[in-house]
Nanobody, 127 residues
Framework: QVQLVESGGGLAQAGGSLRLSCAAS????????MAWFRQAPGKEREAVAV????????YYADSVKGRFTITRDSAKKTMDLQMKSLKPEDTATYFC????????????????????WGQGTQVTVSS
């Protein structure tokens, strides 16, 4: 079965950095775009970044563009999110997710484009 397991969350100061990692199994990892979403208390789940199956095309939410970097490693079947210049508004539970299609579409920011989700990892940024 499909499994997505996030790690690397924790507490960081504003301006600091964290690297999240997602370990994938149970599917052909290299065939699918992958994404990071996040959800803060009382807010809807929102897209953060997506990476196409070959790892050479990425898209970011405006709120994180220039600060976060999404990468993937086909051999390890992992996806990472390098977060820099963290802000308190980055505080959220971060989720790893698998796209249900073989390519990224213009609807990549919609949770409906994804069919499996990890359990989430908490990121807290203090001011």
């Amino acid at each position: 079965q499909v499994q997505l397991v996030e790690s690397g969350g924790g507490l960081a100061q504003a301006g600091g950095s964290l690297r999240l990692s997602c370990a994938a199994s149970g599917f052909t990892f290299s065939n699918y775009p992958m994404a990071w979403f996040r959800q803060a208390p009382g807010k809807e789940r929102e897209a953060v970044a997506v990476i196409e199956r070959r790892g050479d095309v990425t898209y970011y939410a405006d709120s994180v563009k220039g600060r976060f970097t999404i990468t993937r490693d086909s051999a390890k079947k992992t996806m990472d999110l390098q977060m820099k210049s963290l802000k308190p508004e980055d505080t959220a539970t971060y989720f790893c997710t698998k796209n249900r299609r073989f390519l990224v579409t213009s609807s990549w920011m919609s949770p409906g484009e994804y069919d499996y989700w990890g359990q989430g990892t908490q990121v807290t940024v203090s001011s």
